[in-house]
């Protein structure tokens, strides 16, 4: 009787074991890859997407903040594009200072000088220091890129995704009209899970 | 019951234990299981974007009333449509270098009262203006001139203010030579009096 008891216990053991053992190993897998490029592309899986620099908007309208009641700022330029077979979602942007060879860089650089003057080496000017970057607050409202498929970022796509992401101190120089910036980022997307409703970017 | 037979009925119990055991443990199961579908990956890669440049101002057009002389101008635009936020409005003595800011105005208003020197002629520009950032002076006007108060014969009653009439002796006829503006005499400073801050 002793006996056939310890067989069932163990035949139960042994399932329950199996069963969250094989869930854990695909449930904790998660690729995670950093770089330092113009166009970042990395492989997580079957997971593959490629962020590259767009083209900044010369007829623009990004001034600096008001001290008091803040400002629009301006629209960041960028594409994402899902270089994998499934679709995916950003979930979330981050400024990144990954290469950056002092402290006080912000991951911002930019091509003027506060004095107006264009920097010699490129995207050395010291303009950098009166921008930030605002991520947004939520990823909600952007559409899922197809397999294959480019999410363009900008302020003036049909979603306005890139809107407001950098802004300008209020005190920024006069020199600093102009001046073309460059934010380095961390884009992180996820496996889009199908949702009825949720809009596609093809 | 042979000993086999015995042997395959507690297999079957066993397995039936066990089955009942991973049902009562399905939510974590299912959990472990979706989370299988959130990968993620990160990737960096940059974003570029560009400050605006300043617009010019526009050309304001002067009018010269009683005491003080009334500039409008049209708004000045950034190519995406906003208009700038504010607006300085620049005076200038004719043939001076010197320039000096007579009004401040928060858009969307565009006009401006100064009360310049009188018989003294002047120019005026409007510069578009964010924060510390100013574009381009507008066009010059047409230089204008304040006139001086025509003081009437009602001289008996001291006037407060001490007219910097030419004429020494008082003639009853106190019209003011348009030559006396440039004379050489002390002229009270241009003091600018912003009309609309």
Known sequence: ????????????????????????????????????????????????????????????????????????????????????????????????????????????????????????????????SSTTFVAPTSFDSWPTIAPHGTLQVNGTDNYHLGAGMLHMAYNTPQGCQGATFAAQLFVTAAEAVPNAGTLTQP | MTPRQRWSRQARRGLLIGAAAFLSTAPLNASLALAAGTWTITVTGRGISESAEMPMGKLPTATVLEKSIRLEWAPSMYPTGIEVSSYAVMRQVVGSKDAVKVCTVASPMRACEDSPPTGQPVIYTVVATEQLWHGPASAPTNPVTLPAPTVVAAAAVSSPSPSPSPSPTSTPSPTASPAAAPSPTPTPTPTPRPGIH
Not at chain 1, 105 to 110: D, E, L, N, Q
Request: glycine share 12%.
């Open chain 1, 1 to 128: 009787m002793k006996k056939k008891l310890l067989i069932s216990i163990l035949s139960s053991l042994a399932i329950v074991v199996a069963a969250v053992s094989v869930a854990y190993a695909f449930g904790t897998f998660k690729a995670n890859q950093e770089g330092f490029r113009q166009a970042g592309e990395s492989q997580a899986g079957h997971l593959t997407i490629r962020v590259e620099a767009g083209m900044a908007d010369a007829n623009g309208d990004f001034i600096p903040d008001d001290q008091f009641a803040g400002g629009r700022g301006g629209d960041l330029s960028f594409s994402i594009t899902n270089t994998s077979a499934v679709p995916v979602r950003v979930t979330k942007i981050e400024l990144s200072n990954v290469g950056c060879a002092n402290t006080a860089c912000t991951g911002i650089t930019s091509n003027k000088n506060t004095d107006g003057t264009f920097s010699t080496i490129l995207g050395n000017g010291s303009c950098y």
